[in-house]
Every structure is written in C-alpha cells, then in structure tokens.
C-alpha cells in the first residue's frame, strides 16, 4: 500500500485546510485510516481516526470540534478538514492505514501498518 499526503501549507491562525490522503495498491475500503501529527522535537501524535465504512471517528481531544476526518472509498482517499487552526497545529501531518480486524481503530502510531510521507501545515499567529 502507497499512501500520499498532500494540501499542507502556511495559513494564519484561525484559517482552515484540507489534507487529503491518496491510497493505491491495496483494497482501500478495507482500511481504517489515521492521521497522526509530529512537531519538531516532539514525539508523533494521534490527531484522528476513521473506519473503513467511514462510519466511526475519533479525534484527539486537542482537535475535536475543529477537525473532521472523512473518507471517499470510491476514490481511495481519506481526508482531514482543519478549521480554526492555531499555531499549535503546526507540524508535520501524516496519514496511516490499518489492515486489522474492523472492529478496532487504533490510536497509536505503532499499530498502523503504511505510513504517507508526510505534509507540513504551518499556522502562523
């Protein structure tokens, strides 16, 4: 499985972007789907989780009721919509996969099994 993370950038606080997550070489819509998040000198964090069905959620505490994940198994793609961004968002994002049992999301890096490479969101205050 390739995964490919793009639509970072630098906006200001309070701004919003959209992180998509294209997935190829694999049956996407078997996947849970994770964006997790690395500061400098920072270890990599949860931000959200998505099921395969896209049918349940979960976010970090730290981005709930900002962020929304979602995705489009038609087009193999998982997204992060980031509202009302704060410079405390900036890091790098990256979005995972998961091929285990559907019944379970992980939360923790280590579990997922494909990683994206990675893109830079940068909120300046």
């Known amino acids: 499985v390739q995964l490919q993370a793009y639509g970072g950038g630098l906006v200001q606080a309070g701004g919003s972007l959209r992180l998509s997550c294209a997935a190829s070489g694999g049956t996407f819509s078997r996947y849970a789907m994770g964006w997790f998040r690395q500061a400098p000198g920072k270890e990599r964090e949860f931000v959200a989780a998505?099921?395969?069905?896209?049918?349940?959620?979960y976010y970090a505490d730290s981005v709930k009721g900002r962020f929304t994940i979602s995705r489009d198994n038609a087009k193999n793609t998982v997204y992060l919509q980031m509202n009302s961004l704060k410079p405390e968002d900036t890091a790098v994002y990256y979005c995972a996969s998961y091929s285990g049992s559907s019944a379970y999301i992980p939360r923790v890096s280590s579990e997922y099994d494909y990683w994206g490479q990675g893109t830079q969101v940068t909120v300046s205050s």
């Open positions: 998505i099921s395969w069905s896209g049918g349940s959620t």
